[in-house]
């Protein structure tokens, strides 16, 4: 139910409104509106005075605040599905963990590096279901090597970096902690690469520091916002942007600071699980269940932290500059329905007086051909204004050829939102047409080149090799993509 800060029904008090009377301007709730059917199409209408009703909508965290939405945060792990992918992530990680404790160290790179693929690979999946406003835990995907295992423990090692490499740059310049020394030591010691285990660091420097621990509690406040920025940034470097975070912080404000005390609650619930499956790991590795079950309770719990900062996104990703502001709008009553039966209405919908203005304009068949005709004799300037004013026409109405006339015009002109535009078109609205993967090349060069959108650039390449292969498009495309993917 909406809280109750929200407008309430006038007839009805206790029961929330979703529409007001365009004419009485009373609000309604489903009991006062009614459905007619005016020829195809449904309109809503006020039952006492017979006015239009309007849909009210609201910013989606007036609807549910953050904190209401965090109440639910722990039964989000504990569906069929979340135990499923818990299990099925708890049981590779139990093995490659495993596999770190007994190879050689060169030999633990790769184990090492698998097991960071998949615990950052699943963490950030949730987050962006969360973001989506998902409320089941997704399967991760693991098919690419580059996007789906190297990417994300990149942005995991560099947004968890301003804890451990902030707190290891001030033992170093701080702190009198000579690391080439540490460093000569541990490579001169036989047993680290039998063993793989590093010599401990003084870390009891820093324990007797009081800017080492405001350092340390300002690094863990900062944490959050910088896992948030992995996945609503568009490059690594985004995530260690420290203008970008402090700006986000300062406009989420309230919400940030909920989102600080539930990870800290789930740090302190962490800790303990991290006890108790310390202790399991201890049992002889004969009981390889006892591995998994603790594996499966750490999962649980980071299940838990990554939905708590997908919700923030979902709540108020739009201060963060992530997606557009009108998808943080919704209506009161989403999915609500006037409690009354369809009524459908013989009387035709009144006709519009089109102004002067309206009747004189060509119609949209004339503008089209207007359109062909600008194309054919390479008018650019006339080509672009009439593409732009028919851009409420389907994609299908406008032949390929002239999405990709004025993409390529658009391009050259250096409106690169228009040229996205026009070659995304040509390509959805013919897809199997010779000239969609052409388009589709053009679009990743703009997105890449002009635009500096590496990421997205990637994924349309991929898009063609997948969608068009053994053409030039795709062999061009395979070589602008790494080459793991």
């Given at each position: 139910m909406p809280p109750k800060r929200l407008a309430r029904c006038k007839r009805h008090p206790s029961a929330p409104a979703g529409w007001r009377c365009d004419g009485c301007e009373a609000l309604l709730c489903p009991e006062c509106v009614e459905a007619r059917r005016m020829?195809?199409?449904?309109?809503?209408?006020?039952?006492?005075?017979?006015?239009?009703?309007?849909?009210?909508?609201?910013?989606?965290?007036?609807?549910?605040?953050?904190?209401?939405?965090?109440?639910?945060?722990?039964?989000?792990?504990?569906?069929k599905q979340g135990l499923m992918v818990a299990a099925g992530l708890g049981?590779?990680?139990?093995?490659?963990?495993?596999?770190?404790?007994?190879?050689?160290?060169?030999?633990?790179?790769?184990?090492?590096?698998?097991?960071?693929?998949?615990?950052?690979?699943?963490?950030?999946?949730?987050m962006r279901a969360s973001a989506r406003g998902e409320n089941e835990v997704p399967i991760p995907e693991y098919s690419d090597v580059f996007s789906d295992w190297l990417l994300p423990a990149l942005r995991g090692v560099f947004a968890t970096s301003v804890v451990w490499l902030t707190l290891l740059l001030y033992l170093v310049f701080a702190g009198g902690w000579d690391v080439f020394q540490y460093l000569d030591r541990l490579l001169s010691d036989p047993m680290f690469y039998m063993t793989g285990r590093f010599h401990s660091i003084p870390g009891e420097r820093l324990l007797g520091d009081p800017f080492a621990w405001v350092l340390g509690l300002a690094s863990l406040a900062y944490l959050p916002m910088a896992l948030v920025m992995a996945v609503t940034g568009n490059g690594l470097l985004d995530t260690l942007n420290p203008v970008r975070a402090v700006h986000g912080i300062l406009r989420l404000r309230r919400d940030y600071l909920v989102a600080l005390g539930s990870l800290f609650t789930l740090g302190l619930v962490y800790l303990v699980v991290r006890i108790v499956s310390s202790a399991l790991r201890e049992v002889p590795f004969e009981l390889v269940i006892t591995r998994w079950l603790a594996q499966v309770l750490?999962?649980?719990?980071?299940?838990?932290?990554?939905?708590?900062?997908?919700?923030?996104?979902?709540?108020?990703?739009?201060?963060?500059g992530y997606g557009a502001p009108s998808d943080y709008i919704t209506p009161v009553l989403a999915g609500a329905a006037p409690s009354t039966s369809l009524r459908v209405d013989p009387a035709p919908l009144p006709a519009e007086t089109p102004t002067p203005a309206e009747a004189a304009a060509p119609s949209p068949e004339a503008r089209l051909q207007e359109l062909a005709a600008a194309v054919q004799a390479?008018?650019?300037?006339?080509?672009?204004?009439?593409?732009?004013?028919?851009?409420?026409?389907?994609?299908?109405?406008?032949?390929?050829?002239?999405?990709?006339?004025?993409?390529?015009?658009?391009?050259?002109?250096?409106?690169?939102?228009?040229?996205?535009?026009?070659?995304?078109?040509?390509?959805?609205?013919?897809?199997?047409?010779?000239?969609?993967?052409?388009?589709?090349?053009?679009?990743?060069?703009?997105?890449?080149?002009?635009m500096k959108e590496q990421t997205r650039a990637e994924d349309v390449y991929r898009y063609i090799v997948d969608r068009y292969p053994d053409t030039e498009a795709a062999r061009f495309a395979q070589g602008r993509l790494p080459p793991t993917s």
């Open positions: 020829q195809t199409v449904d309109l809503l209408f006020c039952r006492e005075c017979g006015g239009q009703a309007e849909t009210l909508i609201v910013h989606r965290s007036e609807l549910a605040t953050f904190a209401d939405r965090l109440t639910q945060v722990w039964r989000y792990p504990f569906s049981a590779v990680m139990a093995f490659v963990g495993f596999m770190t404790q007994v190879t050689l160290i060169v030999a633990r790179l790769a184990p090492a590096a698998i097991g960071a693929g998949l615990f950052w690979g699943a963490f950030f999946s949730i750490e999962c649980l719990v980071v299940f838990m932290m990554a939905r708590v900062l997908g919700l923030l996104i979902y709540t108020r990703g739009d201060a963060l390479r008018d650019v300037p006339q080509a672009l204004t009439l593409y732009t004013a028919l851009s409420f026409l389907p994609k299908a109405r406008i032949p390929p050829a002239v999405h990709l006339f004025v993409g390529q015009a658009s391009a050259s002109k250096g409106d690169n939102d228009l040229a996205v535009r026009a070659l995304e078109s040509a390509a959805d609205s013919a897809p199997d047409d010779p000239l969609a993967p052409r388009a589709l090349v053009l679009l990743a060069r703009v997105l890449a080149e002009r």
